[in-house]
């Protein structure tokens, strides 16, 4: 039982144009909520992140939105650049019985020069 | 500062074989993970701990044993290796939050790519 999805495997974009990830969980203790960017042969790195008590967080191109009710988060990153390209992950992390971070699938973005 | 430090980078083990992949972090962080990353699975906990001498269960802990004796490292040992298990596997160590939640970013290895034939 999943209970962080990315329900989109790819998503390719063109250079200086939006790019929205989306991330769905279902398990309504989640209030942490972190996005990962991921390059090939490496380890993923932190990207952004967002509280259960606010409903958008911005950092520079990046902005994650979270939608409690209807249990999704997105995340926006304005302009793309090529550099953008890699996995990213969505995770989320709460009082849900134990310290334990659960990832998705992940989404690669392909930004197109 | 070195951060997350995995060894090795690459092995290929034999069925039935066993290993530990190491984990060492300087960051003086409480919690600590593993993750294994499979294609289309995205990345599972395997165990974690939230301090020397503390260690629990995460989503697929079945065939791994860990311990956690200092703060620096968390060992991952491969008991009897599997085809199944061949994957990529990340250490992961993090503080915890306000709290004590984990609620702050998690600072990642460069991962262990581990082929089991």
């Known amino acids: 039982d999943q209970q962080v999805k990315q329900n989109s495997p790819s998503l390719s974009v063109q250079e200086g144009r939006i790019s929205i990830l989306n991330c769905d969980y279902t398990?309504?203790?989640?209030?942490?909520f972190l996005w990962y960017k991921k390059y090939p042969a490496e380890g993923p790195t932190f990207l952004i992140s967002i509280s259960s008590i606010k409903d958008k967080n911005e950092d520079g191109r990046f902005t994650v939105f979270l939608n409690k009710s209807a249990k999704h988060l997105s995340l926006h990153i304005v302009p793309s650049q090529p550099g953008d390209s890699a996995v990213y992950f969505c995770?989320?992390?709460?009082?849900?019985?134990?310290?334990?971070?659960?990832f998705g699938a992940g989404t690669r973005l392909f930004v197109k020069a | 500062n070195a951060g997350v430090t995995q060894t090795p980078k690459f092995q290929v083990l034999k069925t039935g074989q066993s290993m530990t992949l190491q984990c060492a972090q300087d960051m003086n962080h409480e919690y600590m993970s593993w993750y294994r990353q499979d294609p289309g699975m995205g990345l599972r906990l395997i165990h974690y701990?939230?301090?020397?001498?503390?260690?629990d269960q995460g989503e697929v802990p079945n065939g791994y044993n860990v311990s956690r004796s200092t703060t620096e490292d968390f060992p991952l040992r491969l008991l009897s290796a599997a085809p199944s298990q061949t994957s990529v596997y990340f250490c992961a160590s993090s503080y915890l939050g306000r709290g004590q939640r984990v609620n702050t970013e998690a600072f990642f290895g460069q991962g262990t790519r581990l082929t089991v034939v």
């Open positions: 701990s939230v301090g020397a001498g503390i260690t």
């Open positions: 398990n309504s203790m989640f209030d942490y």
């Open positions: 995770a989320a992390s709460g009082d849900t019985g134990g310290f334990k971070t659960i």
